[in-house]
């Protein structure tokens, strides 16, 4: 928002809050200063500064004062008791809370919003010193692209639909949602809701959608259920995916040294190569750690986890001076003899895989 049209929305508001009668659109017009000569302009504007006030939660009244001076035309005001918080008491600890609160959404999406409410407690007198110690330093990522656009979605009580890679899947199914809440649980994000096509409540973690997430209804549409208590539920089933799951692996010859420490069922198959099996419970953290081994892992099952490696590898080559077409076909070539595209990083591999040509 420009400078000049803050200060327009501000005086404004104190105008309409200094009054007992409703005031004009044309008597606005004369003691708010920055609207344009022009009747055009300046209803245009001003349909826009009434929208905004509204969007802004300020309680906009509209109405007329036959004793007032102004007639049976309409005009406008701002009630003080509906606009004006009431006293807010807080503890110390209280306010340390929100202080605290305040600097895990700075490292987020909503830092604009936690910085204004700080700023509006401040004003009222409440002493929110965000910079003290509290021996705790706050963590909370939404780096996922979804978050966003699933945040509004429940603010605004609307259906989206996305694309979803379940579990232990490889391709994506479309789904569409009633979402009533955004919670973290142990660092992942998940959107709990009525799920439209299987009439059931479901759970869905915010990095398994892929793709936009798309508007699928009106405003207001969605109806949280009474007595849901979304973060229960995303507690009692969000965790519900991460059972251990075994991954057959190649691991090169004498590297892999991190891997090899808890794999089992090692075995030589010849050629430089060790067959042997891991354990892991979560894709999305298990696959960057994969990555790492560069063509010294090459995962052979389950069929997700492969395509999440060679997703983090493909990541890499995309911002390496290496091209990827050049790295797949040396690895064909060199590994030919047991049809096998090793897990690559740039300069050494794509990272394909068995059958990934």
Not at 54 to 76: A, F, K, M, N, T
Not at 86 to 111: F, K, Y
Not at 131 to 140: D, S
Not at 286 to 315: M, S, T, W
């Amino acid at each position: 928002m420009s400078r000049r049209k803050t200060e327009r929305l501000l005086n404004l508001v104190v105008c309409l809050l200094a009054t007992r009668r409703y005031l004009t659109a044309e008597q606005i017009r004369r003691a708010v200063p920055g609207y344009p000569e022009s009747d055009d302009a300046f209803k245009r504007m001003f349909e826009r500064d009434k929208e905004e006030l509204r969007e802004l939660g300020v309680p906009l009244e509209v109405g007329s004062d036959q004793d007032g001076g102004g007639g049976d035309e309409i005009g406008y005001r701002i009630p003080p008791q509906a606009y004006e918080l009431p006293d807010i008491h807080l503890s110390p600890d209280e306010a340390a809370v929100l202080g605290l609160a305040a600097r895990v959404w700075q490292r987020a999406t909503m830092a604009e919003a936690a910085s204004g409410a700080l700023l509006k407690l401040r004003a009222a007198g409440v002493e929110t010193d965000a910079t003290t110690t509290l021996g705790i330093e706050p963590r909370v990522n939404t780096a996922d692209p979804s978050f966003p656009a699933l945040w509004e979605a429940v603010r605004d009580g609307r259906p989206v639909a996305f694309d979803y890679q379940g579990i232990g899947r490889t391709s994506v199914s479309r789904r569409h949602l009633e979402p009533w809440g955004v919670v973290s649980r142990r660092g992942r994000w998940y959107v709990v809701g009525h799920d439209r096509d299987r009439e059931e409540t479901r759970v869905f973690r915010l990095s398994r959608i892929t793709g936009a997430v798309a508007v699928d209804g009106r405003p207001g549409t969605v109806t949280v259920p009474d007595g849901v208590d979304v973060r229960r539920i995303a507690f009692d089933r969000g965790d519900r995916v991460a059972e251990p799951r075994p991954a057959t692996v190649r691991l090169r010859a004498g590297a892999a040294q991190g891997p090899r420490r808890w794999a089992r069922d090692v075995r030589d198959l010849g050629g430089g190569w060790d067959e042997a099996t891991l354990t892991f419970r979560d894709v999305d953290r298990f696959a960057p750690y994969l990555a790492r081994f560069a063509d010294d892992v090459v995962v052979l099952d389950p069929p997700d986890l492969r395509e999440a490696v060679i997703q983090q590898l493909k990541a890499v080559l995309s911002v390496s001076d290496v091209p990827a077409d050049a790295d797949a076909d040396t690895n064909a070539d060199t590994d030919r003899d047991t049809d096998t595209v090793p897990a690559g990083a740039a300069g050494t591999g794509t990272g394909m895989g068995a059958g990934g040509r």
